[in-house]
């Protein structure tokens, strides 16, 4: 639980924070200040490999990383013929893959914008499905970069709400390729074992942001919209 207050220009940014972090999710599942990991160096890249068989890697380069920094995680390369093919993370104790990115060559190549929006998510879906099975997700975001590529957000939901953090980032360039995925699943299920019922409705929650932004901004409140108000689990 935390009550911050960041001082800004002409104000504050205030946040009343009750939320799962990486502390409170090791509470429900493991024992706090696990460090070492459940799975082999041997394992990891046999997992590593298997989550690739179409490119055929020569040489898995693995290296395991403590959490003493950030988060527990085995990362990994695939190389073939010294040619580095992905980058990639593991989680340490499952084997599962929890991020890719491939390496892409862009200089001298034009750009292909014949793929369609609908087209690209469908290649996002179905590598997701391929990876995890069905889970529960909400495309909650989609854009066509400069470069080309389609970046989709996808959001974790528990109970129907999505979650803040927890969900899948995936990019699919203009050839229907995925160029890099990116997963955050840290919540276990128990951790929300109720339905949770707010105790303010909607309409009470805008009223309150709309009355403390002309408060905090009397010259300049009239110029602010609320654009999006909805349920979050603050994971």
């Not at 009470?204 to 932004?213: D, F, N, S």
């Not at 010259?219 to 999006?228: D, H, T």
């Amino acid at each position: 639980n935390a009550c911050i207050m960041v001082p800004v220009e002409d104000g504050f940014m205030y946040e009343n924070n009750t939320g799962f972090n990486a502390g409170s999710v090791e509470n429900y599942s493991t024992p706090v200040g696990k460090k070492n990991a459940g799975i082999t160096i041997e394992q990891a890249k046999e997992f590593a490999q298997k989550a690739f068989p179409h490119y055929s890697p020569d040489r898995v380069d693995m290296e395991f990383v403590d959490g003493s920094q950030n988060s527990r995680e085995w990362e990994f390369s695939l190389y073939r013929d010294n040619r580095q093919l992905v980058i990639g993370m593991l989680s340490v104790d499952t084997g599962d893959l929890m991020a890719l990115w491939i390496p892409v060559q862009r200089i001298g190549q034009k750009k292909n914008n014949s793929l369609s929006m609908d087209s690209a998510r469908l290649v996002a879906e179905d590598e997701i499905r391929e990876r995890n099975g069905k889970i529960p997700l909400k495309l909650m975001y989609s854009q066509l970069t400069r470069n080309g590529d389609y970046v989709f957000i996808y959001k974790r939901t528990i109970q129907g709400i999505p979650c803040t953090g927890d969900g899948i980032s995936i990019s699919v360039d203009s050839g229907g390729k995925v160029t890099s995925y990116m997963k955050r699943w840290y919540v276990p299920e128990n951790a929300v074992a109720t339905q949770i019922i707010p105790t303010i409705s909607r309409e009470a929650a805008i009223a309150l942001v709309e009355r403390e932004t002309k408060a905090c901004y009397p010259g300049s409140a009239e110029s602010f919209r609320i654009i999006s108000a909805d349920p979050e689990w603050k994971d």
